[in-house]
């Protein structure tokens, strides 16, 4: 199957900006912080309302919210394509005592996604939707 310009500049730019994620995650460990956003203090609460306990979180970054999600009680599979990001919220997760709480896979989520469907009560995520991801793309991602 053959890529269309604007795939390929699509996939270049979502190729660099995995670099970059990847270097400015090395670069600046803590670089978001580590309180949860105010997305996942709100995405917590709604899940607890309506007792979701297993959650896919898309995008999870250097995982603020993840580790809250975590210490909140709610299983969580991370999901990011970042090696260095996934690998941080595996260390953060061991220091907090949650290991058994949190499970990472690495993905590009321009693939479709590697679980079945209905193997999670919610799905979360605080900035995945920000990065260079064509529509079609975003469609195929919410499906």
């Known amino acids: 199957m053959e890529l269309t310009a604007n795939q390929q500049a699509s996939g270049d730019v979502l190729s660099a900006q995995r670099e970059h994620w990847e270097q400015t995650f090395?670069?600046?460990p803590t670089m978001f912080g580590d309180e949860p956003s105010y997305p996942g203090r709100i995405a917590a609460r709604l899940f607890k309302i309506e007792n979701k306990v297993k959650v896919?979180?898309?995008?999870a970054g250097q995982g603020r919210d993840s580790l809250f999600f975590a210490r909140?009680?709610?299983?969580?599979?991370?999901?990011?394509y970042s090696d260095v990001g996934l690998s941080e919220i595996q260390q953060k997760a061991k220091q907090?005592?949650?290991?058994d709480k949190i499970s990472t896979v690495g993905h590009d989520v321009r693939r479709p996604l590697p679980f079945q469907r209905g193997s999670f009560d919610a799905v979360y995520s605080h900035m995945l939707y920000c990065m260079a991801l064509t529509t079609t793309e975003l469609t195929a991602l919410c499906r």
């Open 26 to 28: 090395i670069s600046k």
């Open 72 to 80: 909140e009680g709610f299983n969580l599979t991370v999901l990011d």
């Open 96 to 99: 907090a005592d949650v290991s």
């Open 56 to 59: 896919l979180e898309l995008g």
